[in-house]
């Protein structure tokens, strides 16, 4: 069988082509393509010596296609139909999209985000699955990799790599956190008390270093940590249940305290407010789908700051 070259073939003949297996008119054919009577009798010459074959007939009633040319001509449509697909702006379409998303992120914005993403998720897109993989330090190279879609944590803007977005979800600050009935309930807390209790720490990448630490060492002051673990959910329950102190950020204080028999003090010592922030590679910037996905993320986190908002002015 003798091989056509793909590259000496004009993909406008298979364009007028498919506009003349519809019209069944050379005229009509011309004019959904904008080519003058003249042009698309050229055009139906050169089909003819493409495929050796008349391609139409004229009757009474205008054109008819030659037999192998209505065997071709729902291939005709299926390939100038994939082509505009290719072509045409990409979309994401919640309700009826199969979709799958990766989110990296720890257990502490996990648990912020993640109930209120899925329940939303649920309602719109009920074809859309995700996965949150096990942490890989902050996340960056997950994403770097492709290996995830975002990343949730606290990143410095000017450190990711070249080709990244961030954008602030909010801020936050440290507090501390005891059991309720904790006898440094009491009085007030300063910072003697502090480093004299021992203390669950939470390291996410086993570091060692924790932005209490940090401070407390900046005033010539160690704490003694009885408890390090790298869980943010599970260090509250251990303080619930001992007399161990706990550095939390506010946010997730206030979350857990819901459900467990918590209270809230103010740290001793000036620890800088920090930032969580969403972050994602530009190969998947313009994306619909990716675009949905971090209006959904950005949505819950405005939503909660109004409703913050108006709590605290009652």
């Known amino acids: 069988m003798q091989k056509t070259d793909v590259n000496a073939i004009d993909l406008n003949l298979?364009?007028?082509?498919?506009?003349?297996?519809?019209?069944?008119?050379?005229?009509?054919?011309g004019a959904r393509l904008g080519l003058s009577q003249p042009a698309a009798s050229r055009a139906l010459g050169r089909l003819r010596v493409l495929f050796n074959d008349k391609v139409v007939v004229r009757t009474s009633a205008g054109v008819d296609p030659t037999p192998r040319m209505l065997t071709l001509e729902p291939l005709v449509?299926?390939?100038?139909?994939?082509?505009?697909?290719?072509?045409a702006p990409m979309q994401f379409e919640p309700s009826t999209a199969q979709h799958h998303f990766t989110i990296a992120c720890i257990d502490h914005l996990a648990s912020m985000i993640l109930p209120k993403l899925t329940a939303k998720i649920e309602r719109q897109a009920p074809g859309v699955t995700m996965r949150i993989p096990v942490p890989d330090g902050d996340n960056v190279n997950a994403?770097?990799?492709?290996?995830?879609?975002?990343?949730?944590?606290?990143?410095?803007?000017?450190?990711?790599?070249?080709?990244?977005?961030?954008?602030?979800?909010?801020?936050?600050?440290?507090?501390?956190?005891?059991?309720?009935?904790?006898?440094?309930?009491?009085?007030?807390l300063t910072l003697e008390k502090f480093?004299?209790?021992?203390?669950?720490?939470?390291?996410?990448?086993?570091?060692?270093?924790?932005?209490?630490?940090?401070?407390?060492?900046?005033?010539?002051?160690?704490?003694?940590?009885?408890?390090?673990?790298?869980?943010f959910l599970v260090a509250p329950m251990i303080v619930a249940q001992s007399d161990l102190v706990l550095s939390l950020p506010k946010r997730l204080a206030l979350f857990m305290s819901q459900s467990l028999p918590l209270e809230l003090m103010a740290l001793p010592l000036a620890i800088a407010?920090?930032?969580?922030?969403?972050?994602?590679?530009?190969?998947?910037?313009?994306?619909?789908?990716?675009?949905?996905?971090?209006?959904?993320?950005?949505?819950?986190?405005?939503?909660?700051?109004?409703?913050?908002?108006?709590?605290?002015?009652?």
């Not at 969403?278 to 700051?305: C, F, K, N, S, Y």
């Open 77 to 87: 449509e299926r390939m100038l139909e994939d082509a505009r697909s290719i072509v």
């Open 195 to 231: 480093v004299a209790s021992s203390h669950v720490a939470i390291n996410i990448d086993d570091r060692g270093s924790t932005p209490v630490d940090s401070a407390l060492a900046g005033q010539g002051q160690r704490r003694r940590i009885a408890v390090r673990l790298p869980h």
């Open 14 to 29: 298979l364009k007028f082509l498919g506009a003349l297996l519809r019209e069944r008119s050379v005229t009509r054919a």
């Open 273 to 314: 407010p920090f930032s969580l922030s969403m972050v994602w590679h530009e190969r998947t910037h313009g994306d619909p789908a990716q675009i949905w996905l971090r209006r959904q993320i950005g949505a819950l986190i405005d939503d909660h700051e109004q409703t913050q908002g108006a709590e605290n002015t009652r």
């Open 143 to 188: 994403v770097a990799r492709g290996d995830a879609d975002i990343a949730l944590g606290m990143f410095d803007g000017e450190q990711l790599p070249a080709g990244f977005y961030l954008r602030k979800l909010y801020d936050d600050e440290f507090v501390c956190v005891v059991r309720r009935g904790h006898p440094l309930l009491s009085s007030r």
